[in-house]
């Protein structure tokens, strides 16, 4: 995991995977949006509001923020609220000290009224103090079914950003960078096999590069298709 704010006021460590930075994002089609998170790192700061369908890279690209800002000094958090709604809306008390507070899965908001107020709180809070929230959501402010109206204003106040969804030419790119950063690589071949006969996911698709990782390492074979069957269920090992 990344880098965490820790101290007594934080009700939780809220972490960040260091591999989800911006130079493993594939930008293609949203390279606006990778734009402006790279530069986070400087002023003049701005809060921004995320959206696109699953698979388009809001989480990474939330995650790629905290470690931009954080590289340049500033303390940041990543708040996955699908991980920390059913908890206390405590968690975010002090937040509101850091340069950056990211948070994920705005979806998850509605029907929770003590955590609307929460966000609405925080938010003002850390922009009274200067700092920069970064959401995400799967759809714009008004269409979330939140109850505190003040809450969507805030939100329609930031800087909106539309991820677009992956299609196979930035998955072929994501596969690649995926493998090549574990010191693999992957054949055209295979390539166009696993995108053939996988999901179409791209947490999928990354959970799957992890088993042929392992298994790799293990056997110490290339990435043939061949291997990447016996590795998947599909045929015996060759």
């Known amino acids: 995991m990344g880098n965490s704010i820790s101290g007594a006021q934080l009700a939780l460590d ?10 493993s994002f594939v930008p293609l089609g949203n390279e606006q ?6 530069a986070l790192g400087g002023p003049p700061g701005q809060s921004l509001y995320l959206t696109g369908p699953p698979g388009s890279g809001r989480s990474h690209l939330l ?14 958090v990543y708040v996955p609220l699908v ?3 059913r908890g206390p809306v405590a968690q975010l008390d002090g937040l509101e000290g850091l340069s950056l507070v990211a948070i994920d899965d705005l ?5 929770r009224d003590d955590w609307q107020e929460g966000v609405f709180h925080l938010y003002n809070r850390l922009r009274d103090a200067g700092g920069l929230m970064v959401v995400s959501a799967s759809a714009a402010p008004a269409a979330l079914g ?31 960078g995926a493998v090549a950063r574990r010191g693999l690589d992957l054949p055209e071949a295979s390539t166009e096999y696993l995108l053939r ?10 959970a799957v590069v992890e088993r ?17 069957k016996s590795v998947l269920g599909d045929q015996p090992p060759a």
Do not use: K, N, Y
């Open 14 to 23: 809220f972490r960040w995977s260091v591999a989800a930075d911006l130079a």
């Open 33 to 38: 949006a990778v734009a402006t998170v790279a």
């Open 63 to 76: 995650q790629a923020a905290c470690g931009r800002v954080s590289e340049v000094g500033g303390p940041a």
């Open 83 to 85: 991980e920390h709604i």
């Open 107 to 111: 979806d998850c908001l509605a029907g």
């Open 146 to 176: 939140l109850a505190l109206p003040d809450l969507v204003s805030r939100l329609e106040s930031l800087l909106r950003l539309r991820l677009t969804a992956a299609d196979d030419d930035r998955r072929r790119r994501i596969l690649a």
């Open 197 to 206: 006969h996988e999901a179409r996911d791209l947490g999928h698709l990354m």
């Open 212 to 228: 042929l990782d392992a298994a790799s390492l293990q056997a110490g074979r290339r990435l043939t298709v061949p291997f990447i």
